[in-house]
Nanobody, 129 residues
Framework: QVQLVESGGGLVQAGGSLRLSCAAS????????MGWFRQAPGKEREFVAA????????YYPDSVKGRFTIARDNAKNTVYLQMNSLKPEDTAVYYC??????????????????????WGQGTQVTVSS
């Protein structure tokens, strides 16, 4: 009922930049939060960034803090991930996800896959040396 579509992935050189977009369509509802995760071959899915829809709170792991920035456009139901100073280790499939309002959250909820109820198909980001 909710479709998330990522775009903006591609091949860039180390030190370059990319901006990923994630647009929500289908049945619209008030989203509590949207997040980005990534997964490299043979690796577990890794939290990248999250932003709340009802506030200005953003969350990043140390691996991307200072290089990646998450932003939202509420009118378009779209979230962006600006990625600067890219490194080869950033190479992965990037997924966006969202969570509807409701329920009880605890701990570091923003970084937990279980927090999110809808996921996009992913977009490939490849960073060359």
């Amino acid at each position: 009922q909710v479709q998330l579509v990522e775009s903006g992935g591609g091949l860039v050189q180390a030190g370059g930049s990319l901006r990923l977009s994630c647009a929500a369509s289908g049945r619209t509802f008030s989203s509590f939060a949207m997040g980005w995760f990534r997964q490299a071959p043979g690796k577990e899915r890794e939290f990248v960034a999250a932003i709340t829809w009802t506030g200005d709170n953003t969350y990043y792991p140390d691996s991307v803090k200072g290089r990646f920035t998450i932003a939202r456009d509420n009118a378009k139901n779209t979230v962006y991930l600006q990625m600067n100073s890219l490194k080869p280790e950033d190479t992965a499939v990037y997924y966006c996800a969202t969570r509807s309002p409701g329920g009880v959250l605890f701990g570091d909820w923003w970084s937990q896959e279980e927090t999110y109820t809808y996921w996009g198909q992913g977009t490939q980001v490849t960073v060359s040396s």
